[in-house]
């Protein structure tokens, strides 16, 4: 179905705990892709579906070494695992280093990711910038999500990034805001994101919510399906969904 590509400029904006959040409530089927070149954390970070750890042995490494004679989507699912609660991820690298040998995986991987059957793919490609070749999967993306937190470096980063992303690419931002200035902080990107001339789909917002990130660190349970982090996550994958399906005018 279609490729989703989450990332950010430069910082860690919580990129990965967004991923995660999404990954739980998208309404369709999905599977999470570590697609990070620095590295995966969800295996140090989320029981397996069984309530042991996640195998950080079996996952994008593994399909690399396989995908080297050929990278057909049906392939990608014998990569996978699950998480508790049942999402599908498909575990990062273990460190940085093996990005160095993988670089001619993003293209084939992007393709087979956006031609994947029957499930949606929300890949978190970490910051963009440091690996050219991650275009490669960008590329392929029916959208790019680029998360920022409101402060001024951040945004600042945010805006040269959009400069630099091809214009072919359909993007949507999301800031990362507090709660008690929500819609402000967001009003406040949208500003300077259209100041930049760069078409955008849409800018919009998730919550700042230091107890629901924790939660996604842990055990899932009910408090965090009431955590404000995962409420607003729902607002979210239902305009990234439907902004898949029918595009929006952009801004
Ligand atoms: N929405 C949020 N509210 C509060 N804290 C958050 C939120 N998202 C992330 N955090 C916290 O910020 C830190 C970085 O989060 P995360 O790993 O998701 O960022 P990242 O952008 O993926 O970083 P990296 O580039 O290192 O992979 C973590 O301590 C996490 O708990
Ligand atoms: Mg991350």
Not at 26 to 37: G, I, K, M, T
Request: with cysteine; aromatic share 4%; net charge neutral.
């Amino acid at each position: 179905m279609a490729l989703i590509v989450l990332a950010a400029d430069k910082g860690a904006p919580g990129v990965t705990t967004a991923a995660t959040a999404l990954g739980a409530v998208w309404p369709r089927s999905v599977l999470l892709a570590e697609c990070d070149p620095a590295g995966g954390d969800l295996a140090y970070r989320l029981p397996a579906q069984d309530g042991g750890v996640l195998n950080p042995g079996r996952g994008l490494l593994t399909l690399g070494a396989t995908a080297r004679r050929g990278l057909r989507p049906e392939q990608i699912h014998e990569h996978t695992q699950q998480i508790v609660g049942g999402l599908d991820v498909l575990a990062g690298l273990t460190h940085g280093e093996q990005a160095a040998g993988l670089t001619w995986l993003w293209g084939p991987l992007g393709r087979a990711f956006a031609a994947l059957p029957g499930a949606d793919v929300l890949a978190d490609c970490g910051r963009l910038g440091g690996h050219p070749e991650m275009g490669e999967l960008v590329s392929e993306a029916a959208l790019v999500v680029l998360f920022t937190r409101a402060s001024l470096d951040h945004v600042a980063h945010l805006r040269e990034r959009l400069q630099v992303l091809p214009s072919s690419v359909q993007v949507a931002v999301v800031v990362i805001a507090d709660p008690r200035q929500y819609r402000t902080t967001i009003d406040e990107v949208r500003r300077i994101v259209m100041a930049t001339g760069r078409q955008v789909a849409f800018v919009t917002g998730i919550a700042h919510d230091p107890k629901g990130a924790e939660l996604l660190r842990g055990q899932w349970g009910g408090r965090l399906d009431r955590s404000l982090l995962i409420r607003t996550a729902r607002e979210l994958a239902g305009r990234l969904a439907a902004q898949i399906r029918a595009p929006e005018h952009a801004l």
